[in-house]
């Protein structure tokens, strides 16, 4: 057999553990009270959370901050105000949201009903706010994740592991494909300092990073 090809057993494994997702609903809109980001980890080790803290500090600080995870988190408020940056509070509930200056939110916006109902809600709040749809572990459809959620987000960003080849390539394919060309590609990468280590960023556009050498 040759390195390129799977065993038949191998290729329908692979089937079974892909998750198939619905059309895009374009009729629903963001609020004009709110601006929206896809922050995707494509990888375990792709620092989504961090890249979400990098982007919250630099938000005006009127703004409310809501991270939206697909996969729900269950933190107690020790962990989020060690792991997490202000001005997010708490894990919260949808009624919630008009309560505090910002907060995690265990919603699964790949079904396009409940995304439904937190744009509705966003969009009867008085304040302005920021958005995150976010795993909160990692994504290997990160494509088709992204597809749901782009017509709604004024920003989209990758987040790659740069010393993990395969987290590399795949973000080097996404690049690649039209559907993706409005991304951007945050690279981390570990750097062993004398104080003990630091994690480096940078982010690459959809052209910049089609450069790279992945071979």
């Known amino acids: 057999m040759k390195e390129d090809k799977l065993p038949v057993e191998s290729i329908e494994e692979l089937n079974r553990t892909l998750r198939s ?55 107690s408020p020790d962990f989020i105000a060690e792991h997490y940056s202000n001005p997010i509070e708490r894990v919260i509930t949808l009624d919630e949201m008009t309560e ?12 396009p009903s409940r995304l439904k109902i937190l744009l509705t809600l966003i969009n009867a709040m008085s304040d302005e706010c920021v958005v995150f ?24 960003v990758i987040s790659l592991n740069k010393q993990k080849p395969n987290s590399l390539r795949a973000g080097w394919f996404l690049s690649h494909d ?13 750097v062993n300092t004398e104080e003990g ?15 790279l050498n992945v071979a």
């Open 178 to 190: 039209p559907s993706m060309e409005r991304a951007n590609f945050a690279c981390w990468e570990k």
């Open 197 to 211: 280590y630091q994690y480096n960023l940078s982010v690459l556009s959809s052209d910049q990073m089609k450069q």
């Open 100 to 111: 505090v200056t910002g907060g995690i939110i265990n919603l699964d916006w790949t079904i």
């Open 21 to 75: 997702f619905p059309e895009p609903d374009y009729a629903l809109q963001l609020p004009q009270n709110a601006k929206g980001y896809a922050v995707i980890g494509n990888c375990n080790g792709a620092r989504e959370q961090r890249l979400i803290n990098e982007i919250i500090n630099k938000t005006p600080p009127f703004k409310k901050v809501f991270i939206v995870y697909e996969q729900p988190l269950n933190a």
């Open 133 to 156: 749809f976010a795993t909160g572990s990692f994504a290997e459809q990160v494509k088709e994740r992204v597809r749901l959620v782009a017509h709604l987000c004024d920003k989209i």
